[in-house]
């Protein structure tokens, strides 16, 4: 955070000072009750509605508290303790947002999509960082309480900044871009998710539009050209620029010769009339898009794109993220339990049509969480993707995930299915099929601790490089 004068707070605020000094300067900032009071020097929205702990905000001094709440409570703050009294907590707390966030002028790009955000997030971070401070989000740590704090990590120093998006319920897209201000914006695609929240897929894509009015003026908005449920995005009233990523002839960033090779994608990129030679650590033609999306911003933030290319090439992917090791009795394990939905399971069967070819494929599939009342459709329609591929083995482990395994089977699947309530004695069933001959896939939510530690117990120590 660039450090700030509390008396220059106070006035920006229209606070009463009602203890303690204004001539030392805030280094953090939190809301109190939502975030952790870790640092000294902090600046703290405090509702009147909180249960305050005046012995713990004084050992942190000094501490500056900003809140509506009634005078008698401020009686209990101790010396190291500065508080400022406000009429309206809620428009304080915009306020000194707003202000915060002018204080910068640099790009700031944010992402939403069913899947990709965290991974085109931190291509680009990747590709900036060389020779920019990059304020990122960390991991896929998106929930909306974390946004101020990331904005707060925004300093003197920082050169551009990228966010993802959480998103659980409608509205929340908003709330974080008023909060981090946009300049770019990214869509990495619409599949389905988190219905039990935006009731349905109608709702589900509104909630993800709400990205197109949370850019600034004058911003970017990036877009995949490709994707069915985006182009329902209504765009009519965005009066910024629009720039479309993907493989068909529409897209202004497109790939084409999309080819797996050893450890990554290769592929042509073509942009402004130019060809490119390009190259993706990571499998699958839905990482390309994520490359896509991640050239796209960098080009629009003034980098140049043969440099873009070549940053590109040494991006390391992901954990969990369609993750290759070498496994038990020379088989190989792909560990994609980062996250579970139906757009990413496709995702996942697409590159076991590739890589998969001459081996023995083994699935094992877990729950997919948050889709309200279109849990059986979406698990059946799984189960059907997985009946028209060649498959050896499918293994489910959960109740949501039996309607996988019961629609493969009435659709006809050649395969051996079993199903599981959870990871106890599936190992009876594995053991013997996985040789040097066997490639095995395990997906499941990445709120199945279980099913994360069963991935790992598959692999060997080393994995492949």
């Known amino acids: 955070m660039k450090p700030l004068l509390v008396k220059d707070i106070r006035k920006l605020l229209q606070g009463e000072l009602i203890t303690g000094s204004e001539l030392w300067k805030v280094r953090d900032a939190i809301y109190y009750n939502r975030h952790d009071l870790t640092n000294r020097h902090t600046l703290m929205f405090v509702s009147r509605n909180d249960s305050v702990n005046w012995n713990e905000i004084n050992n942190k001094g000094p501490s500056l508290v900003i809140s509506d709440m009634p005078a008698s409570e401020f009686k209990k703050a101790l010396p190291n ?68 704090p990331y904005l707060m990590g925004i300093d003197e120093r920082t050169d551009a900044a990228v966010f993802e998006h ?14 981090y201000q946009p300049t770019i914006g990214i869509i990495t695609n619409i599949g389905v998710h988190h219905l039990d929240g935006c009731k349905n897929l109608e ?22 050209a490709d994707d069915e449920n985006t182009k329902n995005v209504p765009l009519q009233s965005f009066k910024g620029k629009i720039i479309y990523f993907g493989i068909g002839m529409r897209a202004d960033f497109r790939a084409s010769k999309i080819k797996f090779s050893h450890r990554g994608m290769k ?32 080009h629009e933030m003034g980098m140049d794109i043969k440099e873009a290319i070549s940053r590109l090439r040494t991006y390391k992917n992901m954990t969990r ?28 069967l697409k590159v076991l049509d590739s890589i998969g070819k001459g081996k023995n494929v083994i699935l094992v599939l877990g729950d997919i969480n948050r889709l309200g009342n279109f849990e059986k459709k979406y698990h059946c329609e799984i189960g059907s993707l997985v009946a ?40 009876d069933i594995l053991d013997p099929h996985l040789d040097d001959k066997a490639i095995l896939l395990i997906k499941g939510p990445m709120s199945s601790r279980s099913m994360i530690d069963f991935a790992n117990s598959l692999k060997e120590k080393q994995s492949l490089r």
């Open 388 to 427: 028209r591929r060649n498959i050896h083995t499918l293994i489910t482990i959960g109740a949501k995930a039996e309607d996988i395994a019961k629609q493969a089977i009435k659709d006809g699947s050649r395969a051996n299915v079993y199903m599981f309530k959870d990871v106890n004695g599936i190992n």
């Open 267 to 298: 592929f042509q990129f073509h942009v402004s009339s130019k060809t490119y030679e390009a190259f993706i650590p990571g499998y699958g033609e839905h990482q390309v898009y994520n490359a896509l999306a991640a050239l796209a911003a960098v």
């Open 203 to 224: 709702g589900y894509i509104k909630a993800k539009s709400e990205i197109v009015g949370g850019i600034r003026e004058g911003g970017t908005l990036i877009l995949n």
């Open 81 to 148: 303790t500065t508080v400022i009294k406000v009429a309206s907590l809620v428009q304080s707390y915009w306020k000194f947002i707003d202000y915060y966030r002018g204080l910068f002028q640099i790009p700031v790009v944010t992402i939403t999509g069913t899947c990709g955000k965290t991974t085109t997030k931190d291509m680009i971070k990747h590709i900036l960082s060389k020779d920019r401070n990059v304020q990122a989000s960390i991991s896929s740590k998106n929930e909306p309480r974390r946004s101020f």
């Open 321 to 348: 993220h369609l993750e290759f090791s070498s496994g038990i009795g020379g088989s190989t394990i792909i560990d994609d339990t980062w996250t579970n939905n139906p757009t990413s399971v496709e995702a996942a």
């Open 166 to 179: 959480g998103l659980g319920n409608t509205g929340n897209i908003k709330h974080q871009c008023m909060i």
